[in-house]
């Protein structure tokens, strides 16, 4: 069975950092897309960033491209780099997983950037 759990959301700075983990079981991450997505308060659920099977990259939605940065272990964790962080990043973050033919989710974990 996929599993999905979130950690590391927290109340920062405008310009502070923040590292998020994504702790998953039943798959191994290097095999997968593995993605953050975000959803703020009356908004959509918005794309964030992904990394692909073995060696083929990442890519990253334009709003967050050059500030934050998504990487994973070897085996079951994916982590999710956030630099100089807006009040508009504020939301809860989730991580996500396609596969055999279904979404998989975390519960979240908040970020809130607030002066």
């Known amino acids: 069975q996929v599993q999905l759990v979130e950690s590391g959301g927290g109340l920062v700075h405008p310009g502070d950092s923040l590292r998020l983990s994504c702790a998953t079981s039943?798959?191994?991450?290097?095999?997968?897309?593995m993605s953050w997505f975000r959803q703020a308060p009356g908004k959509e659920r918005e794309f964030v960033a992904v990394?692909?099977?073995?060696?083929?990259?990442t890519s990253y939605a334009d709003a967050v491209r050059g500030r934050f940065t998504i990487s994973r272990d070897s085996t079951k964790n994916v982590y999710l780099q956030m630099n100089s962080l807006k009040p508009e990043d504020t939301a809860i973050y989730y991580c996500?997983?396609?596969?055999?033919?279904?979404?998989?989710w975390g519960q979240g974990t908040q970020v809130t950037v607030s002066s």
């Open positions: 990394i692909r099977p073995g060696g083929s990259g």
């Open positions: 039943g798959i191994i991450v290097v095999g997968q897309h």
């Open positions: 996500n997983v396609f596969y055999r033919g279904r979404d998989y």
